[in-house]
């Protein structure tokens, strides 16, 4: 896919960057940049986009992301304009990877790390203990001076790479051509998709915002994204649905129907398709990987 580049944020005074995201500060477009990533989503959910992989996330994730990776996450509404503390919250780690130096990249001792940034150019998910390890980490970065956060993240990745619980969220299959961009037409269909995708929504309809005839338009979407609009515009209902099987009590003809499908054996159909479950096994299965993390 095609993205809006971001410039880096990085100053005289710092060699990388570490933030606190708030609310609305959370809001970004489809875009990539030269640094690598490394970000704790503290307080919010929603879907994920990042490379060719669609699907939710939610408080406490962890994403490893490599140069020029293609992302953008569409929060809850309910997560960016709260006036109380329960407003949405990210931690975002922003760096190169000569931060320390070729040098000290090619040393034995670093082999560690460059095969986790190399893992990490199809983006990764830090699970189990590692995950909370790196989200404690991630929020003592943010009261440390200069020096100690500079060790932090060193040991951040040093825990990553030594323990790999971590899984691949981009295909193998995915490159992104970051010489052309196409910001405008991919960013409106985003947008109006996310917008409409609990209604019926028409393929003319989404090509005539970028005034294209839909045949035109099938074409180009399939060379850019290597997916169809129909199975991207799946790929998203069945997003908002695994969300919505882990955080509601709804019986899943309500999911169905909340996520654009009128007939609710299609959606087991499509769920199918997409996750390898039916929905109740999606729910348990989540149910039971949360109460053995609690039993831990």
């Not at 990764?124 to 060790?151: C, D, H, Q, W, Y």
């Not at 399939?222 to 955080?247: M, N, P, Q, S, W």
Request: charged content about 25%; some cysteine.
């Amino acid at each position: 896919m095609k993205a809006i580049l971001k410039k880096s944020t990085i100053t005289p005074d710092h060699s990388f960057t570490v933030r606190k995201d708030v609310g609305a500060e959370m809001l970004s477009s489809w875009h990539y940049h030269p640094e690598i990533e490394l970000l704790l989503i503290k307080r919010s959910s929603g879907t994920c986009l990042i490379g060719d992989f669609i699907g939710p996330f939610k408080h406490s994730d962890v994403y490893l992301f490599g140069s020029n990776l293609p992302h953008t996450f569409r929060h809850e509404h309910k997560y960016l304009h709260r006036a109380d503390q329960k407003n949405g919250e990210s931690i975002v780690i922003l760096f190169e990877q000569e931060l320390w130096g070729n040098h000290f990249l090619s040393l034995p001792e670093s082999q560690c790390l460059v095969r986790l940034i190399e893992a990490a150019r199809l983006g990764l998910r830090i699970k189990g203990e590692t995950r909370k390890k790196v989200a404690r980490i991630a929020e003592e970065m943010m009261n440390e001076s200069p020096t100690k956060r500079m060790i932090h993240l060193l040991s951040a990745l040093e825990i990553i790479a030594s323990t790999q619980e971590y899984e691949t969220i981009s295909s193998n299959g995915f490159f992104h051509e970051v010489n052309s961009l196409d910001q405008s037409r991919i960013n409106k269909i985003f947008e109006y998709t996310f917008n409409n995708f609990q209604r019926k929504i028409l393929v003319e309809d989404v090509a005539a915002l970028i005034a294209m005839g839909k045949h035109s338009f099938c074409r180009y979407f399939k060379a850019k994204t290597r997916k169809t609009y129909l199975d991207f515009l799946i790929e998203v209902r069945i997003g908002h649905a695994c969300r919505l099987l882990v955080e509601q009590d709804m019986n899943v003809a309500e999911i169905g129907y909340a996520c654009g499908y009128n007939n609710i054996s299609h959606f087991y159909h499509q769920f199918k398709a997409v996750t390898n479950k039916h929905p109740l096994e999606y729910r348990s299965s989540y149910l039971h990987k949360e109460q053995a993390l609690i039993a831990v």
